[in-house]
DNA sequence: ACTGGTTAACTAGATAGTTAGTGAGTGAGA
DNA sequence: TCTCACTCACTAACTATCTAGTTAACCAGT
């Protein structure tokens, strides 16, 4: 980790572009996800990313200690914006929430695929880097405590039958992470449509179920 | 592709080793699997390939036109081995097939993990390249195969309810692939056994549900 | 003599990271 | 107010290394 990465994101709080010294960040990290989008993550130079805005490479080691350091920085930065996304819309009933959430997950959040491909690059990397896998734990443990915690409550309120949160959310993401691989890997564009239904199937069987205890 | 690949591996049929001509090609495979499993295959150099047989590299480029080349032909090394072993294993029922199916997909079929993440570097790869996106199609293409003629076969003997095949692989191999992806990304080894569960659960509502048309 | 398998040595290109420096601003002391 | 010391953002140019692929040649068997 460098001396200049996360902490100023956090305060830049997704709308920076006001202070002189988060910008360079800033600017640093939307240069990242274009030159990702354009380049790939594998063979990603660092150089490449210094092209995609108006600084030198050379300030990017100004800025971070290595190119390790600059990606696992933008999957924190990612993290984060996905967090500020996710608090700024609004609150609805369980159900519509959940279903935002799982469209969201299969379908977006970020509407162009090269990105999405950039993304499952780094994730297999993650086995070989550890500050990488820490970022995708994180990232996976906040998308799981959010489906667990929606799904709870629903149950509070009665719209879901007594299920357990957990294995629910575990359920949905393993099948939506298995959908964006092979969407990804095979270019199979019907794979979405087809877990969304699978995933509805599920959910009519377990949280609107009727709640016929066969004993 | 090169003039020397995957024909002479379908010739080899699992057990080479004896003709001449093909002793190089198989070795050469062979190597590719050692190197991947303790290199990974993003930073897979051809000499690392080289270092895991007694032979120079210059041979590897001998019989292959590229590293790309080597490696897509590997795949298709892969999916051989693959049916041969399928080809090999015993045909019981169609619900012990299935249960042996899901196990051997989600657990195996090769028992170490390194290997695992190598492929899935190589998954990451098929966007930008189309002779892997080829072959992880084919491969793909042959399992989901294998396993709705196996769901087809138990719902001819009436002992799997009468769903799409189709479907019901499909939903197999995502919710595979979903937890495969999370076991070598985040190295979380609960998430197989969950999953089995969860596939256990599903097979039980859809395969095996008693036959109760409501309407 | 010719062919197929095999090799060492080399080329060419790429790229992460370093170095040594520039220049604009800032604050302190005279 | 001037200026000296110092820092921060920034850069061009360079180094060191790695690696895919080529070349020219060697040798054994036929």
């Given at each position: 980790?460098?001396?200049?990465?996360?902490d100023?994101?956090?305060?830049?709080?997704?709308?920076?572009?006001?202070?002189?010294?988060?910008?360079?960040?800033?600017?640093?990290?939307?240069?990242?996800y274009?030159?990702?989008?354009?380049?790939?993550?594998?063979?990603?130079?660092?150089q490449?990313?210094?092209?995609?805005?108006?600084k030198?490479?050379?300030?990017?080691?100004?800025?971070?200690?290595?190119?390790?350091?600059?990606?696992?920085?933008?999957?924190?930065?990612?993290?984060?914006?996905?967090?500020?996304?996710?608090?700024?819309?609004?609150?609805?009933?369980?159900?519509?929430?959940?279903?935002?959430?799982?469209?969201?997950l299969l379908?977006?959040?970020?509407d162009?695929?090269?990105?999405?491909?950039?993304?499952?690059?780094?994730?297999?990397?993650?086995?070989?880097?550890e500050?990488?896998?820490?970022?995708?734990?994180?990232n996976?443990?906040?998308?799981?405590?959010?489906?667990?915690?929606?799904?709870?409550?629903?149950?509070d309120?009665?719209?879901?039958?007594?299920?357990d949160?957990?294995?629910?959310?575990?359920?949905?993401?393993?099948?939506?992470?298995?959908?964006?691989l092979?969407?990804?890997?095979?270019?199979?564009?019907?794979?979405?449509?087809?877990?969304?239904?699978?995933?509805?199937?599920?959910?009519d069987?377990?949280?609107?179920?009727?709640?016929?205890?066969?004993?």
């Open positions: 980790m460098s001396e200049t990465n996360a100023d994101i956090d305060a830049a709080d997704g709308t920076a572009e006001q202070a002189d010294s988060g910008t360079a960040n800033e600017a640093i990290m939307e240069a990242t274009r030159a990702l989008r354009t380049h790939g993550a594998a063979d990603l130079s660092v490449a990313i210094a092209d995609e805005f108006d030198s490479k050379s300030l990017i080691f100004y800025h971070y200690d290595s190119r390790e350091d600059l990606l696992s920085s933008f999957l924190a930065y990612l993290l984060e914006n996905f967090k500020n996304r996710v608090a700024a819309s609004e609150i609805t009933d369980p159900v519509t929430q959940l279903d935002g959430l799982i469209d969201s379908y977006g959040p970020d162009n695929e090269s990105f999405q491909i950039a993304m499952l690059e780094l994730r297999s990397q993650a086995p070989f880097n500050a990488y896998r820490d970022q995708f734990r994180r996976r443990a906040y998308v799981h405590r959010l489906t667990a915690r929606v799904i709870d409550c629903g149950i309120d009665g719209v879901f039958a007594p299920v949160p957990d294995y629910i959310a575990t359920l949905l993401l393993t099948m939506i992470d298995g959908a964006r092979q969407l990804v890997v095979l270019g199979d564009e019907t794979i979405l449509d087809t877990t969304r239904a699978a995933i509805d199937d599920r959910l069987e377990t949280l609107f179920a009727e709640q016929t205890p066969s004993d």
